[in-house]
């Protein structure tokens, strides 16, 4: 080997290390100093007039708490204008997610978190809008008008959707992220972050957010993006990096020793000795395998090229057997998934929730998958997967005979049709149908053949045509059931109710909220109290009809009770 290379490796080496090391001992003075030297010195070539508008249409989002068939705090609030902004307070006209804080992921329905997912990764809704002209974006303004604070990332999509022709590649950028944090005031703000600048136009934004820190629904009222038609040239006078910058009072007598050392190691010599796995050989396969599950998904691929030992060990199915891919929507795709199908065989637990949307999976891209690694799977995570059609669900029916958690929330798009094939699952023992245009015959058959629910959601499925019906089918097959989420289901009645309460009386939580055509005063509440006293959750909202006889058949009934929700209620005072 020529001596060349090792002396220019360790040269390289040592300005890292003098950068890395003046990064760390420099004080915000003299960083914020560098960079107003930096902005003093550039100017911006030419001069672009800045485009300012605001949502012309919401394309897609994770959960919204208003109804599917009205405007009241919709998602599709958030297109055009402000209608409530600089107003603070709680309106209809604004949009607003499903849930706010911790106790949501602390009920009896709350699924247990995967492992491996990322820290960085802690969104659990988002909001997809798309605008008018594609630009540069200089500027994304977000008018939250009430308990603000939700927003964490918000990103920017090559991809035109008002264009006639598909784009050959996709691509997603994160212009801002930040972690949850914990906004006091719940007056209303106009929230301006520091965005990054991207290298393409977009017309299309992604806002993702967590609510865990809030102590109400967060409520957003429009988007506003501000951008340039023309891309930005910045010219720079000096160079970014001043090597006069660099003291040399940073370094210390051991990095110089250090430094001699790994000359040492470069030579030819050396680097043959590098030939085995050094102390890796001599430990346990089993406690290698223990330390590699502490690592993310992307580490654990960067790992696997290091040499063949760790190679063996990062390719082992058995650090897969729970793969959250939902962190990694934004770039997952068909290759993605073909390159894991040999270490996956033996995957249990899989997330592809939110992933695959825009062209990046195929329906042929996910069975071939399946086929491969659905043998062993016991739940499967597809919330907002809109790539999936009836074919997809028919390749899950065949291919994943131990499945007892399905995931299919927001999944707007699949065809009512595509729902007979749940009923082959017959071990399902999770099944969440939130906002699904599951129809009441092909739920009929689940409900039939699936007897060994546990958990049931059918929030805003306004398919159904009588839930009634389906209270009672729900009733007489499912014995086991504990949670049952009914959230805006339009015409259920004190019958169903009765049925449900006489058959399912393991229920731990149970979600009414927004239903019109119950009322207080055919005795439903009151059942309900008496019938099942496991309750741990129990949602009335907008129920005007709860009175105070109902809340003390829940409080002389129901000891477990932990969460209840009757806001929206006409009655001001409970004898509790």
Not at 364 to 380: H, Q, T, W, Y
Not at 501 to 530: I, V, Y
């Amino acid at each position: 080997m020529s001596p060349v290379f090792p002396m220019l490796t360790v040269l390289t080496m040592f300005y890292y290390i003098c950068l890395r090391r003046r990064a760390r001992t420099a004080t915000r003075g003299e960083m914020m100093n560098s960079r107003r030297t930096i902005e003093s010195n550039s100017r911006t070539l030419p001069i672009n007039s800045e485009v300012v508008q605001y949502a012309k249409e919401v394309l897609d989002f994770s959960s919204h708490y208003g109804s599917e068939n009205s405007m009241s705090y919709t998602m599709w609030n958030l297109a055009g204008i402000p209608n409530v902004y600089p107003s603070s307070g709680d309106f209809t006209q604004a949009a607003v997610f499903r849930t706010y804080g911790t106790w949501w992921n602390q009920c009896p329905s709350a699924s247990l978190p995967f492992r491996r997912t990322p820290q960085n990764f802690q969104s659990q809704d988002y909001v997809e809008l798309a605008f008018e002209e594609p630009v540069y974006p200089t500027a994304v303004h977000v008018l939250e008008t009430y308990h603000p604070g939700a927003v964490i990332r918000i990103l920017a999509c090559s991809a035109n959707p008002y264009s006639p022709n598909p784009p050959p590649e996709v691509r997603w950028e994160i212009l801002w992220s930040e972690k949850p944090t914990k906004v006091n005031a719940p007056q209303a703000r106009q929230f301006k972050p520091c965005i990054k600048q991207i290298n393409f136009p977009s017309n299309l934004i992604r806002l993702e957010v967590n609510s865990t820190l809030l102590d109400y629904y967060t409520e957003l009222d429009a988007v506003v993006l501000h951008g340039v038609k023309d891309r930005p040239v910045l010219s720079l006078k000096t160079s970014l990096i001043d090597m006069n910058d660099l003291d040399e009072e940073d370094y210390e007598e051991k990095d110089v020793c250090g430094m001699d050392t790994l000359s040492k190691q470069f030579n030819s010599a050396a680097i043959r000795e590098w030939t085995n796995n050094g102390y890796f050989d001599k430990l346990p396969y089993e406690l290698i395998q223990l330390i590699l599950s502490h690592l993310t998904l992307p580490d654990l691929c960067r790992l696997a090229q290091t040499c063949k030992l760790l190679y063996q060990h990062c390719c082992d199915p058995l650090q897969y057997t729970h793969l959250n891919l939902q962190p990694y929507w934004a770039k997952l795709n068909d290759t993605s998934l073909e390159y894991l199908q040999s270490r996956c065989t033996l995957v249990q637990w899989l997330n592809l929730s939110w992933t695959g949307n825009w062209g990046f999976i195929s329906v042929s891209g996910f069975g071939r998958f399946l086929k491969i690694c659905g043998s062993e799977l016991v739940r499967l995570e597809l919330a907002c997967g809109h790539f999936l059609n009836e074919t997809c669900l028919e390749v899950i029916s065949e291919t994943c005979p131990n499945l007892q958690e399905l995931n299919l929330s927001s999944c707007d798009k699949l065809p009512p049709q595509a729902f007979n094939h749940i009923a082959k699952l017959c071990g399902l023992k999770r099944l969440v149908l939130y906002r699904t245009k599951v129809e009441q015959t092909a739920l009929l058959s689940i409900l039939n053949f699936c007897s060994e629910l546990q958990h049931l959601s059918l929030g805003s499925c306004v398919m159904i045509e009588d839930y009634d019906v389906i209270a009672s089918m729900i009733g007489a097959k499912c014995k086991k059931l504990r949670t049952l989420d009914l959230w805006r289901c339009k015409n259920i009645t004190e019958n169903g109710i009765a049925e449900l309460a006489s058959g399912c009386q393991l229920l731990e939580e149970l979600d009414l909220g927004w239903c019109p055509t119950l009322q207080s005063s055919t005795g439903c509440f009151a059942n309900l109290a008496r019938k099942l006293p496991n309750l741990q959750k129990l949602f009335l909202t907008a129920n005007r009809s709860v009175c105070d006889t109902d809340i003390e058949e829940l409080a002389n009934n129901c000891s477990h009770l932990r969460q209840l929700d009757i806001l929206g209620t006409r009655m001001d005072n409970f004898c509790l």
